[in-house]
């Protein structure tokens, strides 16, 4: 998706320029999770915190163990983003693998969990929309065995089953409860291990897009060292950025629009030029976010 084919907000968000203009100078590293996954709520951020030291405990344990967790979370937090980050943090002493349930098929995923014997060593798996596949009986079928001690008794190995499905981990819950096999399968969850993921605020969007720009600067080899606020705005108050993946992939395409040795980012880099909702935006914002225009937060190390 172009940023030049988003539609402007038409109306002023008081919440969020509030949040930017008392906003000066932001130490990413203060609200870090893990890796570039970051959380501005304090209560999500720890809770958080506390999930990626259970997971890494498990899979550094100097003994054998299996665990299993639950997860759910609103479609667009990030949470194989989140994952991820915590199977890069443990570099190479982690097999990591990763599979969507509901863009696969009986015999894909056979092949899947066969790879997963195959593994040696630490092995961390993440499973997103195990809620999905509703009335098939092999899904689950097919995946208890793996989640029984009994299998790889021997090696550490961390199952994450994540899911978006209701508004809830209790609906989630009745939803996988309501399918062959699903109370059996939540039977290998231990309890402790369910956890709820809060939806992202303006404040996540906003340091997910300062975190995005400041790692698409390194992976291009640019700094970036100050953003403007209204850059932030419209991606935090925009639809068609709403989720943690649609703002890292904008964050990338911004970065590559800036000018040799600018450390900057501009409102006009989220933009090609002549793009129109660039310019009906700004004009929207002469009146409604004046003091955004112009004014930058700087990312402090």
């Not at 809060?198 to 906003?206: E, I, L, N, S, W």
């Not at 989220?270 to 930058?296: H, N």
């Amino acid at each position: 998706m172009r940023l030049g084919t988003l539609q402007p907000v038409a109306q002023d968000d008081p919440k969020t320029r509030s949040l930017l203009s008392s906003m000066s100078n932001v130490a990413l590293s203060h609200y870090k999770v893990i890796g570039n996954y970051t959380r501005h709520d304090e209560t999500a951020r720890n809770l958080l915190k506390d999930l990626k030291q259970k997971i890494i405990s498990g899979l550094e344990s100097s003994t054998p163990k299996h665990e299993n967790y639950l997860i759910w979370a609103p479609p667009g937090t990030g949470k194989t983003f989140f994952v991820k980050q915590i199977s890069d943090s443990l570099e190479e002493k982690v097999q990591y693998s990763e599979i969507n349930l509901a863009e696969t098929d009986e015999s894909i995923f056979r092949r899947f969990l066969s790879n997963q014997d195959k593994m040696d060593g630490p092995c961390l798996c993440f499973m997103d929309e195990a809620d999905s596949r509703k009335g098939e009986a092999w899904l689950y079928e097919t995946l208890i065995p793996y989640l029984d001690v009994r299998v790889h008794p021997d090696r550490r190995q961390v199952f994450i089953l994540a899911g978006s499905s209701g508004t809830s981990i209790k609906e989630m819950k009745r939803n996988i409860m309501s399918r062959p096999k699903g109370p059996d399968l939540l039977s290998r969850i231990p309890q402790g291990n369910e956890y709820e993921i809060p939806a992202m605020t303006t404040g996540d969007k906003v340091l997910v897009t300062l975190a995005s720009l400041k790692q698409a600067g390194r992976d291009v080899g640019k700094n970036v060292v100050e953003v403007e606020k209204l850059a932030l705005y419209y991606a935090a108050v925009t639809p068609e950025l709403a989720t943690a993946r649609q703002l890292r992939e904008s964050a990338l395409r911004c970065v590559e629009r800036m000018p040799p040795g600018e450390d900057r980012v501009r409102y006009d880099n989220l933009f090609s030029p002549g793009d129109v909702p660039s310019k009906e935006f700004w004009i929207k914002a002469r009146t409604q976010t004046p003091d955004l225009i112009g004014a930058y937060i700087r990312l402090e190390h």
